[in-house]
């Protein structure tokens, strides 16, 4: 991956362009008395509980039976006096919920390092194993995550499991460049294969990464003032904890993953129940319903 030069434009004048980060941290003045008032967390939850699917005797074509009749708002996300905060807010609660990337970074001279968690994050294929992770800019200087995999061309993305969250949400904070979130968080240093960024130690399953792609959106009014980025990653190397691996190699047990997801607000999610639907192949949905057939002779 060639070095590349950092085109990021973030100090846009017009509100809402590249919004500041301390605008993405809504204030919640009650918190720690609203938190006091709440059970403790429960560490009993596991393994996790299986149960059957919401309706086991659906049969194709039964569509979903809805509860009510409620209808649908159209809504223009860039209508004029919509602040971009709403479509932050409707967004982070509308596409739930999201894995979380903990990205471990390092600046293209080697020199500072960087911790910094992202739930614009997902894997989007397999062969080969690809993510990708989204930035929102800032109005002050570019994500210090950005900057480095643009100058480096490397990270490690590490998957959070529930007893990080803290630590995990402390490696978010608007620290200086070059002020090192390890520092900050208390996670440990690990070993990395490929990669010169250290891995989380704590997390179950790292992925050394190498920069594929790259993109910067333009402000759609404001042609040269980025407002967005995303990295395409393409893993160089896994690393599993050995108690979360099967023999085969190929499953990460949840039990011991535990991972946390990230949904609307302030708020996360854990994995504590799910249930399981087998995947069909076109044959068998059509032995299993014949008239599905007909709709395929229909087609031709
Ligand atoms: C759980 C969580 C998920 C986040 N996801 C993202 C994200 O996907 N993209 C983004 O730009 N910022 C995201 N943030 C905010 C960044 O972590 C934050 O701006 C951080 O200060 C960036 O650090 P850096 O400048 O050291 O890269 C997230 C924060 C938290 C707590």
Same mark, same amino acid.
């Given at each position: 991956?060639?070095?590349?030069?950092?085109?990021?434009?973030?100090?846009?004048?017009?509100?809402?362009?590249?919004?500041?980060?301390?605008?993405?941290?809504?204030?919640?003045?009650?918190?720690?008395?609203?938190?006091?008032?709440?059970?403790?967390?429960?560490?009993? %939850?596991?393994?996790?509980?299986?149960?059957?699917?919401?309706?086991?005797?659906?049969?194709?074509?039964?569509?979903?039976?809805? %509860?009510?009749?409620?209808?649908?708002? !159209?809504?223009?996300?860039?209508?004029?006096?919509?602040?971009?905060?709403?479509?932050?807010?409707?967004?982070?609660?509308?596409?739930?919920?999201?894995?979380?990337?903990?990205?471990?970074?390092?600046?293209?001279?080697?020199?500072?390092?960087?911790?910094?968690?992202?739930?614009?994050?997902?894997?989007?294929?397999?062969?080969?194993?690809?993510?990708?992770? !989204?930035?929102?800019?800032?109005?002050?200087?570019?994500?210090?995550?950005?900057?480095?995999?643009?100058?480096?061309?490397?990270?490690?993305?590490?998957?959070?499991?529930?007893?990080?969250?803290?630590?995990?949400?402390?490696?978010?904070?608007?620290?200086?460049?070059?002020?090192?979130?390890?520092?900050?968080?208390?996670?440990?240093?690990?070993?990395?294969?490929?990669?010169?960024?250290?891995?989380?130690?704590?997390?179950?399953?790292?992925?050394?990464?190498?920069?594929?792609?790259?993109?910067?959106?333009?402000?759609?009014?404001?042609?040269?003032?980025?407002?967005?980025?995303?990295?395409?990653?393409?893993?160089?190397?896994?690393?599993?904890?050995?108690?979360?691996?099967?023999?085969?190699?190929?499953?990460?047990?949840?039990?011991?993953?535990?991972?946390?997801?990230?949904?609307?607000?302030?708020?996360?999610?854990?994995?504590?129940?799910?249930?399981?639907?087998?995947?069909?192949?076109?044959?068998?949905?059509?032995?299993?319903?014949?008239?599905?057939?007909?709709?395929?002779?229909?087609?031709?």
């Amino acid at each position: 991956m060639p070095k590349r030069v950092l085109v990021y434009n973030q100090a846009s004048p017009i509100s809402g362009a590249s919004p500041a980060t301390s605008s993405f941290v809504d204030k919640h003045p009650d918190f720690e008395k609203v938190e006091q008032g709440r059970p403790d967390f429960k560490t009993d %939850l596991h393994p996790v509980h299986v149960t059957k699917s919401p309706n086991p005797d659906w049969k194709y074509g039964d569509g979903v039976k809805r %509860l009510n009749d409620a209808f649908h708002v !159209g809504i223009d996300p860039y209508d004029d006096g919509r602040p971009w905060m709403d479509n932050y807010r409707l967004l982070i609660s509308g596409i739930v919920p999201r894995p979380i990337g903990l990205l471990s970074t390092r600046s293209g001279d080697n020199k500072t390092e960087n911790l910094s968690p992202m739930s614009y994050f997902q894997v989007v294929d397999h062969d080969p194993a690809t993510f990708v992770v !989204g930035f929102s800019s800032r109005t002050d200087r570019p994500k210090d995550t950005w900057r480095n995999l643009l100058e480096s061309g490397e990270c490690v993305i590490n998957i959070v499991s529930e007893d990080m969250v803290e630590a995990v949400m402390a490696t978010s904070v608007d620290a200086p460049y070059g002020v090192s979130e390890w520092e900050i968080s208390g996670l440990t240093r690990g070993e990395t294969k490929v990669v010169k960024p250290s891995r989380v130690k704590e997390s179950v399953f790292s992925i050394e990464c190498k920069l594929a792609d790259s993109k910067e959106f333009n402000h759609r009014t404001k042609p040269g003032f980025s407002v967005a980025s995303i990295a395409i990653l393409e893993a160089k190397w896994f690393w599993v904890r050995s108690d979360a691996l099967d023999e085969s190699r190929n499953h990460i047990d949840l039990n011991v993953l535990k991972p946390v997801a990230q949904l609307g607000g302030i708020a996360y999610a854990r994995v504590t129940e799910t249930f399981e639907r087998p995947r069909k192949t076109w044959a068998q949905a059509v032995e299993e319903a014949p008239w599905l057939a007909d709709l395929a002779k229909a087609k031709k």
